[in-house]
């Protein structure tokens, strides 16, 4: 249930101008997330990268034409490495889309890591790997996610 409220938390981070969101505790603003996606250089838009955060939930998405990535880390309050496997029952998940369907850690066999390594009032920033099984639409087959980087304000 967590997860599934990442996603709509971490959609929702994607989306419109208002700097206030999910009762109106939402802080959304932008910066910067690469990534190698299959072994290919996925770099989001300037202006599809955002951040927000409500407590201790936080989300990171970037996008450009191919796919976005959503980063969901929950219970975050100070700078760390949270587990992306289901199996750690954290909440804390990673998803990728495009026009074809959806790849999440939160899918059986999913994993990986979120390392925040700056975490203030207004920034988040750290990296990220994981493996996404296919569980939306027509995806198929695992998306292999390394080297991300994410830098992004509120």
């Known amino acids: 249930m967590l997860a599934a409220s990442l996603v709509v938390f971490a959609l929702n981070a994607c989306g419109g ?18 990534a190698n996606i299959n072994g290919a250089a996925w770099r989001s838009t300037k ?5 927000s ?3 201790t939930i936080y989300a990171v998405v970037g996008l450009n034409g191919s796919y976005t990535i ?4 929950a219970g975050l309050t100070a700078p760390g490495t949270v587990d992306l496997s289901l199996a750690s ?3 804390s998940n990673a998803i990728v ?3 074809t369907g959806g790849w999440s850690t939160a899918f059986n ?4 890591t979120i390392t925040v390594t700056t975490l203030t ?23 292999q996610v390394r080297n991300g980087n994410f830098d992004v304000t509120f």
């Open 17 to 34: 101008d208002s700097p206030t969101g999910i009762n109106g505790n939402t802080n959304v603003g932008d910066g910067s997330m690469t």
């Open 47 to 51: 202006a599809g990268d955002k951040g």
């Open 53 to 55: 955060h409500s407590g």
């Open 70 to 73: 959503a980063l969901g880390i």
């Open 89 to 91: 029952g954290n909440g």
């Open 97 to 99: 889309s495009n026009t």
């Open 109 to 112: 066999g999913g994993s990986g």
């Open 121 to 143: 009032a207004n920034r988040i920033a750290g990296t990220f790997s994981f493996d996404a099984p296919a569980g939306s639409g027509n995806a198929t087959g695992t998306l």
